[in-house]
Nanobody, 124 residues
Framework: QVQLVESGGGLVQAGNSRRLSCAVSGRTSSIEAMAWFRQAPGKEREFVGFINWRLGNTDYASSVRSRFTMSRDSAKNTMYLQMNSLKPEDTAVYYC?????????????????WGQGTQVTVSS
C-alpha cells in the first residue's frame, strides 16, 4: 500500500554533510509515522529518528540528536535526513520506514513498510 525509495547515500569524509531522501508513494494518507533506521555490518538495526507525518514533530536517538535533522515535504511526498558532522561510526545502510499502525516509534518491529536502504560510508 505504501512504497518507499531511499536515495542520497555515498562516500563522504568525516566532518562533512550528506542529505538522504525517501520518496513516498501509494496510499500516503494512511501513514501515521515515518522513521530512519540504520544497520552497520555485524550490528543490530538501530533507531535514528522519527517524524510524525501529519504534524512534523520529531525525535532522535541520543547519538545523532545534535547532528541529524529530519524533515518532510508533503507537497513532494518526500522525507529527508540531513546529516551534519558525520563520523566514521555513522557508516551504515540507512533505511526509510513507515507505518499505518500504532506502536512504539523507536521500534523497528512496529513499522510495516520499508525501503531498500542506501549505503552511507564515512571515511576517517
Amino acid at each position: 500500500q505504501v512504497q518507499l525509495v531511499e536515495s542520497g547515500g555515498g562516500l563522504v569524509q568525516a566532518g562533512n554533510s550528506r542529505r538522504l531522501s525517501c520518496a513516498v508513494s501509494g496510499r500516503t494518507s494512511s501513514i501515521e509515522a515515518m522513521a530512519w533506521f540504520r544497520q552497520a555490518p555485524g550490528k543490530e538495526r538501530e533507531f535514528v529518528g522519527f517524524i510524525n507525518w501529519r504534524l512534523g514533530n520529531t525525535d532522535y536517538a541520543s547519538s545523532v540528536r545534535s547532528r541529524f535533522t529530519m524533515s518532510r515535504d508533503s507537497a513532494k511526498n518526500t522525507m529527508y535526513l540531513q546529516m551534519n558532522s558525520l563520523k566514521p561510526e555513522d557508516t551504515a545502510v540507512y533505511y526509510c520506514a513507515a507505518r499505518d499502525i500504532g506502536g512504539i516509534y523507536s521500534s523497528s518491529d512496529h513499522y510495516n513498510f520499508w525501503g531498500q536502504g542506501t549505503q552511507v560510508t564515512v571515511s576517517s
